[in-house]
T-cell receptor
């Protein structure tokens, strides 16, 4: 079945450092890919998405490119801030093979220190 | 404001005492779902609903019930809670019409069963 793998956390970075959180997926079809962010005490919220190969999603300085050849959707940000401290979830959705669910990765906790 | 509202945010109860966690969305979404989030286990789907009067089991449905009598509401019912249901619960909704329809999450309900 479809699955999502993320790099293990927690990740601790200094402010203004470069961030990469790796995400790879397994899917039989052509899924849409998402990054969700969960700030402390809150629910998940959509950070960015990409719907087809080579699409780049971007939001709040974060970017991720849908790479079909490497089945990856790595999250990047050039300069992190303390306010980016959160848990980040990679996810996929493919209505054609699994209409009933979104597949989430285990989440990567990020702490940014001043 | 478009949102998913869960209540209560925090709930402490005793084993066997029936409880209901409410979830309501104001976006006219057809798809709604319940998840539980546990350390080291990520997000696991409990139940989902693709429309009014249509519900189905997710990955961990044991010990839970749901109902979808109206489009906007999707309550989660624990008929006889047990300590292993202590968790953080999230309700989510989406339009479900396209592969790239994102999920909208509530802010969560932290349940403790003693």
């Amino acid at each position: 079945g479809d699955s999502v793998t993320q790099m293990e956390g927690p990740v601790t970075l200094s402010e203004e450092a470069f961030l990469t959180i790796n995400c790879t997926y397994t899917a039989t079809g052509y899924p849409s890919l998402f990054w969700y962010v969960q700030y402390p005490g809150e629910g998940l919220q959509l950070l960015l998405k990409a719907t087809k190969a080579d699409d780049k999603g971007s939001n709040k300085g974060f970017e991720a490119t849908y790479r079909k050849e490497t089945t990856s959707f790595h999250l990047e940000k050039g300069s992190v801030q303390v306010s980016d401290s959160a848990v980040y979830f990679c996810a996929l959705s493919d209505l054609r093979t699994s209409y009933d669910k979104v597949i989430f990765g285990p989440g990567t906790s990020l702490s940014v220190i001043p | 404001e478009a949102q998913v509202t869960q209540n209560p945010r925090y709930l402490i109860t005793v084993t066997g005492k029936k409880l209901t966690v409410t979830c309501s969305q104001n976006m006219n979404h057809e798809y709604m779902s319940w998840y539980r989030q546990d350390p080291g286990l990520g997000l696991r789907q409990i139940y989902y609903s693709m429309n009014v009067e249509v519900t189905d089991k997710g990955d961990v449905p044991e010990g839970y019930k749901v109902s979808r009598k109206e489009k906007r509401n999707f309550p989660l019912i624990l008929e006889s809670p047990s300590p292993n249901q202590t968790s953080l619960y999230f309700c989510a909704s989406s339009s479900g019409e396209e592969n790239n329809s994102p999920l909208h999450f509530g802010n969560g309900t932290r349940l403790t069963v003693t």
